[in-house]
């Protein structure tokens, strides 16, 4: 059996790592919380109480949060925003990356880390190549929806670094909320990346939203084989019959080998808690026999987790002697 790994999450150290730099209400959060059948104001409360204790500074939140829904490991992700909403006052990205570094010291085995940075800074390349060789992240994220598609010359130095150490690239897919620009996040852009790098593993996180671009990223996928489609927020979206019948049609056109189980948890949890999603998930097979279809124990295990160890190459856990 797998190991249970969540292919995309955060952990927020200190409120300036995730700075709020909106005066208005965040309305597109507050309205994911309205899934818990919250009139607007009561809604906004809980927004701004999630908020305050969201900050992990050791990760002791986050474990605690995996150990109660059986997951085994965990990817964070870090983000890169600061060319939208400025870097005076956050943690330098160079920082914030190392400081995911010292969270997968603390929790060996449990904790591991993409490096995340814009590739239009001059350091970009350095910091990546950083992260891969000194501190044994796993890959690189990106987000598009600050300004530069995929396909953008800019990035493709980063590119070149994956293909040459062999680690994966995670791109935010999908919409964005406030300055951050949506049509940079369409899964298409992803489709030349992947046509000009055919030895680089992409990742669709989000796969796409399954609000906006899901379909868009799953044909990406389908004549991409490089492309893999991670699962991320999905618990918002979509009902068991959406999940049963959209994971059929993603074994038989793409593979089910490509398809990644995901949380973007951040300690703030909106429509199900991390055990809930894991939960759902486990129980597909069940729901797909009564839906008239079929999903096999195997191949959700493979979602699970097994898929995530082969494309990020996870390392084998460590066992006693």
Known sequence: MSRVVDAHMH???????NPIRQKARPTSWINQVRWFDMDR???????????AEAWDPDGSKTIARMDEAG??????MPMDRGLVHGDVGAIPIEDKNKGYYELTQLWPGRLYSFCGVDPRRPYAATLLERALTEWGFLGLKLYPTTGFYPDDEVVYPLYEICREYDVPV????GHSGGALKSKYGHPIYVDSAAADFPE?????GHGGRFETWAKEAMSVAVYKTNVHIEISLWQHWASVDDLVRTFVWIRDRIGIDRLLFGSDMTNVEVSMSLRQWVDVIRLL????????YRLSDEE?????GGNTER?????EPVTGT
């Open 71 to 76: 997951v085994d490991v965990s990817v964070a």
């Open 170 to 173: 995670l791109l935010h897919q």
């Open 41 to 51: 104001d009561a809604a906004e409360k809980r927004y701004y109480d999630a908020v």
């Open 200 to 204: 680089v593993r992409f990742v669709l």
């Open 285 to 292: 097979p069940e729901w797909a026999k009564q839906l008239g």
């Open 311 to 315: 494309v990020y190459r996870i390392p």
């Open 11 to 17: 952990v927020f150290r200190d409120p300036s790592w």
């Open 300 to 304: 959700i295990s493979m979602v699970l």
